[in-house]
């Protein structure tokens, strides 16, 4: 297994393709896994931990890729869910195969158990863990600097991931041409009126949630900001695939969620292509269905046919 080591610190963005200030993560380590799977090991001051702790971004790279080439390719970035990392998606997901000779480099970073893709409140004192910075900063930075991706991005995530792909979307519009989520925990305010209760653990991973968005009274508008059903006006202008199901205790929560979502959606002008079926579980076995139902509108979303 090969193993090098890249510095890539302080990298400025692309004009046109992100934040204006310049990003600081560091490229601390490659491992090529496979032919098709690379890791490398990022570290940032957004990242919680001594000396910046490491987090590994999983690509799953296309037909004729190497970093020296002239040419880009397009991004699929595929956020994990709660209590799951980089790897979980081809551990699990069977997305290696699933993507076979696909001309796209497929983007699988990690987080942490429960990150909800979110810089942190933090009593008010913000800084790390900054996920959102980390992500949108850091690693689109490096990628688009040094790993030959390009400014063309489609998102998609399951549970916790599903959350952090429709936030993303509609917080950084113009920046993914679609956007996916299976089983997502698309409404933790249950702004939408789903059953449940903010001001109790079980916001998808059993986080502090008064941490990572503070008091969900006194700081409502972090907790709008963050949620996806509260943003749905902004989510209008791209294809967007939602999927789930009701099968177990989990799923029957992700269901009240995600059906208020698709037809707040739909109310709203959205594209959407809703893929409910009863009997999908909070499980491996729905999510790979329907990231195959998915992958066609995400790969076309960034031009792949």
Not at 56 to 62: E, I, M, Q
Not at 101 to 107: L, N, P, Q, R
Not at 206 to 216: P, T
Request: hydrophobic fraction near 40%.
């Amino acid at each position: 297994m090969a193993v090098a080591t890249v510095i890539a610190s302080l990298l400025t963005p692309f004009a046109g393709a992100g934040p204006a200030h310049a990003a600081a993560g560091t490229v601390r380590w490659e491992t090529r896994v496979s032919d098709r799977i690379l890791d490398i090991g990022v570290s940032s001051p957004n990242l919680e931990g001594p000396d910046w702790s490491v987090k590994v971004v999983r690509l799953l790279l296309p037909p004729g890729w190497t970093k020296e080439t002239s040419r880009t390719w397009p991004t699929v970035w595929v956020l994990h869910g709660g209590f799951d990392d980089h790897k979980s998606w081809t551990d699990k997901g069977d997305l290696e195969a699933m993507t076979a000779g696909k001309d796209a480099i497929f983007v699988l970073p990690e987080t942490s158990w429960c990150s909800a893709y979110s810089d942190w409140y933090n009593d008010g004192r913000g800084g790390p863990p900054a996920w959102e910075k980390y992500l949108l900063d850091d690693v689109r930075t490096i990628l688009e600097t040094t790993y030959r991706a390009n400014t063309t991005r489609a998102i998609a995530g399951n549970s916790m991931g599903g959350l952090g792909a429709m936030k993303f979307a509609a917080a950084h519009q113009g920046w993914f041409n679609s956007a996916a989520s299976f089983s997502g925990n698309v409404d933790p305010l249950h702004d939408s009126g789903a059953p449940g209760d903010p001001d109790k653990p079980g916001q998808g991973c059993a986080a502090d949630w008064k941490r990572v968005w503070g008091d969900y009274k006194t700081n409502r508008d972090i907790w709008v900001a963050n949620n996806p059903y509260s943003q749905a006006a902004n989510l209008t202008g791209i294809p967007l695939f939602v999927s789930y199901g009701k099968a177990g205790t989990v799923e029957s929560l992700v269901y009240e969620q995600n059906y208020r979502f698709v037809d707040r959606l739909q109310q709203l002008g959205a594209r959407v292509d809703e893929r409910y079926e009863p009997s999908h579980g909070h499980d491996w076995a729905a999510w790979k269905v329907q990231m195959r139902n998915a992958l066609r509108m995400l790969l076309t979303s960034v031009g792949v046919g």
